[in-house]
């Protein structure tokens, strides 16, 4: 449970890893400590499922577009970048999940907790960053498209790095106050924020609003005004035929994006608002955080499974892509029979818009 005390020493005796790079839940002075036993179990499970498919199909969107022979496009350049983001965020679950198994016990010690913390932190802004970008770029596309094709991949590169030093910041505060502390209560080591005790609960509410608004209100409204006028100007469109199954092809792109987005990230988001009320006493009632306590878990899960969405988003809806990795399957077997690649026959794909 959440203390509600500000000089109470931090203590995650209920929930100590509720969203992996934020605060442990409290002892509280008037709620019964509960342990959420399941999450021992069903928690790394799902970690070692989406780890396993989330590394596959990140490694597969890197390969198709590292080893492309056709010109690259703006949008490559932020999709690389997203799955790269995703990979870093994926290589840390089996340490999460080894937290989970042994009873939120780190067995890893206080550079590993500080540093996988803060990779985790800042690949999750990274990837919700570079979605933002994408859905930017798409915008561009279809509503700007002689602008767009003005849009130099040294301008597409500047600005991934521009995301890549805006998600280093956010992660600043897990990087500083993450560390390993010795639970009495539990007779564990745990990976838990170390936030000056007189301020905990200002610091806990705090990160969890800036993860809110800078790690989802602000790219969700930046997401959803791009597809809308995405969609305004396709309407606006007369065509029939190819040009009319274009457009139904791109609007379904922007309503899956959307909806993926949504159903990955609002769940996590929501608990994590509702955890910032508990930190404020806007939200006392103790059934209340315990129940919020055991589902931020399972919300952090799904927004890692948008980690494994988005490859398949790529392959299912981008035919370009799909001729890619077909391309690249092709060549890797020809290379494993032994065979001589013939450029002819397995030509690279020509460019169309995804």
Same mark, same amino acid.
């Given at each position: ?90 290589? @840390? ?7 989970? @198994? ?26 919700? *960053? ?109 065509? *029939? ?62 927004? *890692? ?50």
């Amino acid at each position: 449970m959440h203390s509600r005390d500000n000089d109470s020493t931090p203590s995650p005796t209920e929930q100590p890893l509720q969203d992996l790079y934020s605060s442990p839940a409290n002892v509280s002075s008037h709620c019964p400590i509960f342990v959420s036993s399941y999450q021992f179990v069903l928690i790394p499970v799902l970690y070692c499922i989406i780890f396993i498919l989330g590394l596959v199909g990140n490694s597969m969107v890197v390969a198709v577009l590292c080893w492309q022979r056709s010109p690259r496009k703006v949008s490559s350049i932020y999709i690389v970048n997203l799955a790269v983001a995703d990979l870093l965020a994926l290589t @840390t679950l089996p340490f999460w999940a080894a937290y989970y @198994t042994y009873g939120y016990n780190w067995l890893f010690g206080p550079v590993m907790c500080k540093i996988t913390s803060s990779v985790l932190c800042l690949t999750m802004f990274a990837s919700i *960053f570079f979605i933002t970008c994408l859905s930017l770029n798409r915008y561009q596309a279809v509503a700007h498209p002689f602008q767009s094709q003005q849009g130099t991949l040294q301008q597409a590169s500047k600005t991934a790095l521009l995301v890549w030093g805006l998600a280093a910041l956010t992660s600043l505060p897990t990087f500083y106050f993450r560390n390993t502390k010795y639970i009495v209560e539990l007779g564990v080591t745990a990976c838990i924020m170390a936030y000056p005790s007189e301020k905990y609960s200002s610091w806990s509410a705090g990160t969890a609003l800036m993860k809110n608004i800078l790690g989802f209100l602000v790219p969700l409204i930046i997401i959803i005004t791009c597809y809308l006028w995405i969609r305004v100007h396709l309407m606006r469109a007369q065509g *029939f035929g190819k040009n009319q199954q274009m457009r139904d092809r791109v609007l379904k792109l922007v309503a899956i994006v959307v909806v993926a987005f949504l159903v990955c990230w609002l769940p996590f988001h929501i608990l994590t608002f509702l955890d910032a009320l508990s930190w404020m006493d806007v939200i006392s009632n103790c059934w209340v955080t315990s129940a919020i306590d055991a589902a931020l878990p399972f919300g952090l899960s799904m927004g *890692f499974a948008n980690s494994c969405i988005n490859p398949l988003l790529y392959y299912v809806i981008s035919s370009q892509f799909q001729e890619k990795l077909q391309h690249l399957f092709k060549l890797r077997l020809y290379q494993f029979k032994g065979k001589t690649f013939a450029p002819a026959k397995l030509a690279p794909p020509k460019s169309r818009s995804p």
